[in-house]
């Protein structure tokens, strides 16, 4: 709160802090750890489509400068430890490129993976994803 004050904001700071609802818990531990300094934040979940026209440059639904949020949180898929994981997001699961027929049996490895932080546990989860697709393609 000190830091705030010498900064010309004695009662706090309100801040907009948006994200996707797939991040909505991490958007509520953001905005809570953030209100322990002594911000107010107005906490705004969106689909995935408003999220869109508030965050990408080619949707927004107003000029950069108009926007009204502070922060947005986003996900990031780690790239160079599993990048199997960007195929199946881009390609198959919900991704801008996704052409092929869900299966609900590879959405529920998908998911397992994503949970999963043991990485022997990832490793045999997205083996079972590729047998899994393998067996799709070639029946």
Same mark, same amino acid.
């Given at each position: $709160? #000190?830091?705030?004050?010498?900064?010309?904001? *004695?009662?706090?700071?309100?801040?907009?802090?948006?994200?996707?609802?797939?991040?909505?818990?991490?958007? =509520?531990?953001?905005?809570? $750890?953030?209100?322990?300094?002594?911000? =107010?934040?107005?906490?705004?979940?969106?689909? *995935?489509?408003?999220?869109?026209?508030?965050?990408?440059? /080619?949707?927004?639904?107003? *000029?950069?400068?108009?926007?009204?949020?502070?922060?947005?949180?986003? /996900?990031? #898929?780690? #790239?160079?430890?599993? *990048?199997?994981? /960007?195929?199946?997001?881009?390609?198959?699961?919900?991704?801008?490129?996704?052409?092929? =027929?869900?299966?609900?049996?590879?959405?529920?490895?998908?998911?397992?993976?994503?949970?999963?932080?043991?990485?022997?546990?990832?490793?045999?989860?997205?083996?079972?994803?590729?047998?899994?697709?393998?067996?799709?393609?070639?029946?």
């Amino acid at each position: $709160m #000190f830091v705030l004050r010498a900064a010309g904001y *004695p009662e706090g700071l309100a801040i907009t802090l948006i994200a996707p609802e797939g991040l909505e818990v991490q958007a =509520t531990v953001v905005g809570k $750890m953030l209100e322990r300094v002594g911000l =107010t934040v107005d906490l705004q979940i969106l689909d *995935p489509v408003a999220y869109n026209q508030k965050t990408l440059l /080619s949707h927004l639904d107003q *000029p950069p400068e108009t926007q009204t949020w502070d922060i947005a949180l986003r /996900s990031r #898929f780690d #790239f160079m430890n599993f *990048p199997v994981l /960007s195929f199946y997001h881009y390609i198959i699961l919900d991704g801008y490129n996704d052409w092929a =027929t869900e299966q609900p049996e590879l959405r529920q490895l998908y998911e397992q993976v994503l949970q999963t932080v043991d990485q022997e546990k990832q490793r045999e989860l997205i083996g079972r994803m590729e047998r899994h697709t393998h067996d799709c393609v070639f029946r």
